[in-house]
Antibody, heavy 113, light 110 residues
Framework: QVQLQESGPGLVKPSETLSLTCTVS?????????WGWIRQPPGKGLEWIGT???????YYNPSLKSRVTMSVDTSKNQFSLRLSSVTAADTAVYFC??????WGQGTLVTVSS | DIVMTQTPLSLSVTPGQPASISCKSS???????????LYWYLQKPGQPPQLLIY???NRFSGVPNRFSGSGSGTDFTLKISRVEAEDVGVYYC???????FGQGTKLEIK
């Protein structure tokens, strides 16, 4: 069974870079799936951040594109998210996702000094 | 951006009664491969979303058959034939061509 698990700091200072990693188990990240990140500010709806294929091709939300970088590490069966120049508006639960039915449990990232 | 508009934003339903949620997209979700990439998810409190319906009308594995999806082009509907207490949560439609979500519809039990 496919499982996804987010990891990374729960607190990031304003203007710094948020970095998260998603570890995939039960499936190879080099499969035909694409992988993605989605976030949810407290009490609000879902926002797609971006998608990455195992080839490394990426597609980002236009509203975040200038600050987002996603990458994949096939040797570790992981993919990662970097979001630069964060503000309080980036405080959210961040989910990794396999493009379909499998989601990580989510990790809360708070942006605060 | 493709804008997804859900109605209603909240529903209060008596157990055993039906429920229906509408999702309209600002442009057609019919892709060049002939598929329509419209999904329905349910997010229960404190949990990640769970997939109910994929590609408009395909029920995901393990999803009760009281859930059904329909529609085409820009207009889509999720129906619950007989609501049960375990169906409470927020329902989201999502398109995956240029991924965006609807605002969510909160279902509660009367």
């Amino acid at each position: 069974q496919v499982q996804l698990q987010e990891s990374g700091p729960g607190l990031v200072k304003p203007s710094e870079t948020l970095s998260l990693t998603c570890t995939v188990s039960g499936d190879s990240i080099s499969s035909d799936y694409y992988w993605g990140w989605i976030r949810q500010p407290p009490g609000k709806g879902l926002e797609w951040i971006g998608t990455i294929y195992h080839t490394g091709s990426t597609y980002y939300n236009p509203s975040l594109k200038s600050r987002v970088t996603m990458s994949v590490d096939t040797s570790k069966n992981q993919f990662s998210l970097r979001l630069s120049s964060v503000t309080a508006a980036d405080t959210a639960v961040y989910f990794c996702w396999d493009g379909g039915s499998h989601w990580g449990q989510g990790t809360l990232v708070t942006v605060s000094s | 951006d493709i804008v997804m508009t859900q109605t209603p934003l909240s529903l209060s339903v008596t157990p055993g009664q039906p429920a229906s949620i509408s999702c309209k997209s600002s442009q057609s979700l019919l892709y060049s491969d002939g598929k329509t990439y419209l999904y329905w998810y349910l997010q229960k409190p404190g949990q990640p979303p769970q997939l109910l319906i994929y590609e408009v009308s395909n029920r995901f594995s393990g999803v009760p058959n009281r859930f059904s999806g329909s529609g085409s082009g820009t207009d889509f509907t999720l129906k619950i034939s007989r609501v049960e207490a375990e169906d409470v949560g927020v329902y989201y439609c999502m398109q995956t061509i240029q991924p965006t979500f609807g605002q969510g519809t909160k279902l509660e039990i009367k």
